[in-house]
């Protein structure tokens, strides 16, 4: 049982980052969580946090980016909006948590049967969600490979729309933030993209 410090955290690289998520996940498919003491990792983290990784994911109650990659306290930032979408105070929790806190990796994670992706398809306006949804309207446009039945009923669209968002996130990270642009380009940090599959558990890491 333990927590990151400051030295194991500067030990990892951002590939072994991925690869300390992906095995978490391989854990949680096969229900074999790492066993932890919730309560001593309060008190080993009261002085201060050290998380190897960031996840940016949805406000989707069955994508927790703890239990999903199994990660206890301390070990990941976790930021979460409908649609996994990006925005100022978005990029600027991101550099906080890589260029200040030393996390090593960025993980942009959407979801099959994401509510907001089907929102978007279905062109529903609401009060504030309106402006949250226009965000996915660049993915909506971009898939091109759906020429009938382009809305949230269609399953196989609504997930196209999702992977694309994540890629699009993705870009929209590197071109907005100079500071992680830098940092990815001098192998500080990584940025990824995956979908997690909300019927089977697993997540799917982009190539």
């Known amino acids: 049982m333990w927590v990151h410090t400051k030295e194991s955290q500067d030990k990892i690289t951002p590939e072994k980052a991925l690869e300390l998520l992906k095995e978490g996940n391989k854990r949680f498919l096969n ?23 960031t996840v940016l994911s949805c406000i989707d109650s069955r994508t927790s980016a703890e239990l999903i990659f199994d990660q206890g306290l301390g070990d990941i930032f976790s930021i979460r909006i409908a649609g996994n ?24 994670l959407g ?17 504030h969600l309106t402006g949250l949804l226009e965000k996915i309207r660049p993915a909506i446009d971009r898939e091109v490979a759906t020429k009938e039945d382009r809305s949230g009923a269609n399953n196989c669209f609504v ?47 982009f190539d």
Do not use: W
């Not at 229900?31 to 190897?52: A, C, E, H, I, W």
């Not at 991101?94 to 993980?107: F, L, N, P, R």
């Not at 979801?111 to 009060?127: L, Q, V």
């Open 85 to 108: 979408i990006i925005n100022n105070d978005i990029l600027g929790s991101m550099e906080y948590s890589c260029d200040i806190a030393g996390s090593k990796i960025i993980v942009v």
């Open 159 to 205: 997930t196209n729309v999702s992977m694309i968002n994540i890629r699009l996130t993705m870009n929209q990270i590197r071109r907005q933030s100079l500071i992680l642009n830098q940092l990815e380009k001098e192998g500080k940090i990584l940025i990824a993209g995956g979908i997690y599959n909300i019927d089977s558990g697993e997540v799917k890491f």
């Open 31 to 53: 229900n074999l969580k790492m066993d932890r003491n919730l309560l001593t990792q309060v008190n080993m983290t009261s002085d201060g946090q050290f998380p190897f990784a």
């Open 111 to 127: 979801h099959t049967k994401c509510g907001a992706i089907i929102s978007a398809c279905n062109h529903i306006r609401a009060g």
